[in-house]
Structure formats: C-alpha cells, structure tokens
C-alpha cells in the first residue's frame, strides 16, 4: 500500500495492483478513535480498505491534494444517518400534528359542507338499525306528544335545513342524536321524566348535537379515511355502516366541546319557546345521582362533563334569561302517556346508561 499526491496504490496478495485517484475515495469509517479506518472507492458496489492503524487516516488526508476536503463525501455519508433520523424525526412530529390537529381540522370542513340530504339518508340507515320496527313505541297519542314538543323547539330554528324525526324505542337510559335531524329516545330514558319539559330539556340537547352537525364530524374524526372515500363518492350506505358500528361499539363520541355546546344551545332553545329550563336541569339532576360513586378523575377523561357541573352552568343561563315558562301539553296526564310506550316495549335486558 503506497500513498502519494495521485492517489493511493493498493497491492493485495494474490490480485492485480489498484489504483485509487483520491477523487474517488471516500471516508466510510472511523470518525471515532475506538473504531477502524474504512475507506471506499467507486460506486456500488464499492470496493473497500479497512485499516486498524488510524495512523493511515492523518497520513491519508495529510497526502490528498485538497487535504481533509477531498474525504469529505465519506464523512457526510456517515453524518447522513444522523440526517436521516432526523428527518424521521420530523416525519413523526408531522404525522402526530395532522393527525391531532389536521384530521379534525380537514374531518369539520368536510362535514360541515356535506349535502343535507347525504347527512339524511346516512341518519336514516343508522336510525332504522338502531332502533327496528320491533322495537319502536307506536303510541300516536305518546308519538303526537312527543311531535309537539319537537315542532315547539325546532320553531326557534326557523333556518335550519334538518326535519327532525324521533323515534321512541326499547332500549337503555339514554338518547342519540344522529346526522340529519334523526333522534332516537330509549324507553328508559322517557320512563325516568317526570314531565314533558324533562324530555323537552333531553331533546333540545340532542337537537343541537344535529344543528351543530356533531356526529357527522364525530363520524370523519373517528374513522376519517373511510368516511371520507365514503362522502366522495356519494355511498351514504357505506357512512352508514361506518357510524352504525361505531355507535354500536361505542367508539364514536361527542368532544367535551360538543357536549357542553349542545347543552348551551339546548338552554337557549329551551328558553327560547319559553319551556320551563328546570325540567333540563331536573334531568341533570338525575344524572348526577347516577353519577355518585364515580371517581372525579372522570371528568377529566370522559367526553361528557359531570352532570353536577353541567347542572351548574345551565342554571346560571336559565337565571340570567328571567324567560316567563308557557307549559307543556297542560291537559296530558304524562304518566299516561309515557307508560304507553313501556307497556309495548317492555324488556327484560334492559339496563342504566347516562344520557348523551
């Protein structure tokens, strides 16, 4: 092994003599003092020399006519992995931040500009699976009732696009609220009011959660990609399926910000038709007892606010409009009414919730 100021000149025991012109030569190994001098030559594949003697790197840079310069390749082919964790790195950062911000973001604008009529025949696949003819209350009486309450609310919002449509079904204590104004009220929920204006005070929650198209953004938050190739192409069956599972599994929820939004405007549309708000806070109420036992971490983590704070808040609206409340359906006996709808649907399996 030779070096001069042409290059290197390699004799190995049994080949030919090599030539290596230091243009060529590149630094792969031995940047650190515990590690061997490894250098390369050409292009892959690359022939190489791995020399433990780091006296051979000075004496190498020392012989190159640009000095260290000329084996500058080879240490920024040792520095590219560093380059390249890094970018890696940043790779992640990129990914985390659309899927944290990006996805809500790009998931709201869609929902929010998607046909009504789509969000319709999407609620109403969800609706009709959710909630089967076998175990729909048909009461007219509860069901004109019920319709009432619901024209009573939805007249203060004259420009909304949604006909709402409530169906009454055997089921937990609990209500949804799903795309294009399609609500569904368990029996055991209704049988837990004491008076229309308790079942006003759920349905003017649920009605918001529709207005503010919360579980159409809900639906593109969770299972954005599917979602989206689903509102693309006009497949309002296959969104259907989507939130259909993600109901059922219970994967798909409101935000906190969606909750306590809907129980905003739930007030003011309660006040609004000049319902009494204490049925709304009546029912918070009954939550809240519902809730006792509960650890407080779980209003930190839940996706609903405690009832007992949501209560709180709420009541400080109701205090501060001084509405003058008209009653609801005076000349109904509720009891009645409500009994209807557990005497067809009555069910051996059913069992508590807590109302969205």
């Keep these: 092994m030779r070096l001069d100021a042409g290059g290197l000149t390699i004799s190995p025991e049994g080949s030919a003599e090599r030539?290596?012109?230091?243009?060529?030569?590149?630094?792969?190994?031995?940047?650190?003092?515990?590690e061997p001098v490894r250098v390369e030559h050409g292009e892959d594949p690359a022939e190489a020399l791995v020399v433990d003697d780091r006296r051979f790197l000075a004496a190498l840079r020392q012989s190159a006519p640009q000095g260290a310069a000329s084996l500058a390749a080879g240490v920024d082919r040792e520095l590219s992995w560093r380059t390249a964790l890094g970018l890696f790195a940043v790779a992640a950062a990129l990914l985390v931040a659309i899927t944290v911000w990006?996805?809500?973001?790009?998931?709201?604008?869609?929902?929010?500009?998607?046909?009504?009529?789509?969000e319709e025949r999407l609620g109403s696949s969800v609706s009709s699976a959710l909630a089967s003819e076998e175990d729909l209350c048909t009461s007219p009486e509860l069901q004109e009732a019920v319709e009432s309450i619901v024209a009573r609310l939805s007249k203060q919002a004259p420009e909304s696009p949604y006909t709402y449509r409530v169906a009454l079904a055997d089921g937990i204590l609990n209500a949804f609220a799903l795309p294009g104004g399609y609500v569904i009220v368990f029996d055991d929920l209704l049988e837990a009011t004491d008076s229309p204006e308790e079942l006003a005070g759920?349905?003017?929650?649920?009605?918001?959660h529709v207005e503010k198209r919360h579980s159409t953004r809900a639906l593109f938050r969770d299972v954005f990609m599917s979602a989206l190739l689903a509102a693309v192409s006009g497949d309002a069956q296959a969104g259907a399926t989507l939130l259909?599972?993600?109901?059922?599994?219970?994967?798909?929820?409101?935000?906190?910000?969606?909750?306590?939004?809907?129980?905003?405007?739930g007030m003011r549309m309660l006040l609004a038709a000049q319902i009494d708000p204490a049925g709304m806070l009546q029912m918070f109420a009954k939550f809240a007892e519902l809730e006792e036992g509960m650890p407080q971490a779980f209003a930190y983590v839940s996706t609903h606010p405690m009832s007992e704070d949501r209560q709180a808040y709420l009541a400080e609206l109701a205090v501060a409009a001084q509405s003058t409340p008209e009653p609801l359906l005076p000349d109904a006996d509720w009891a009645k009414l409500k009994g209807a709808c557990r005497a067809e649907t009555e069910s051996p399996d059913t069992a508590d919730g807590v109302t969205e």
């Design 19 to 34: 030539r290596w012109k230091f243009a060529a030569i590149r630094l792969a190994q031995g940047k650190y003092e515990t």
């Design 102 to 118: 990006g996805v809500p973001a790009i998931g709201g604008w869609v929902a929010d500009n998607l046909p009504v009529t789509w």
């Design 202 to 208: 759920v349905l003017a929650h649920e009605l918001q």
């Design 244 to 265: 259909n599972s993600a109901v059922s599994f219970g994967t798909l929820a409101h935000h906190r910000d969606d909750e306590e939004e809907a129980d905003r405007e």
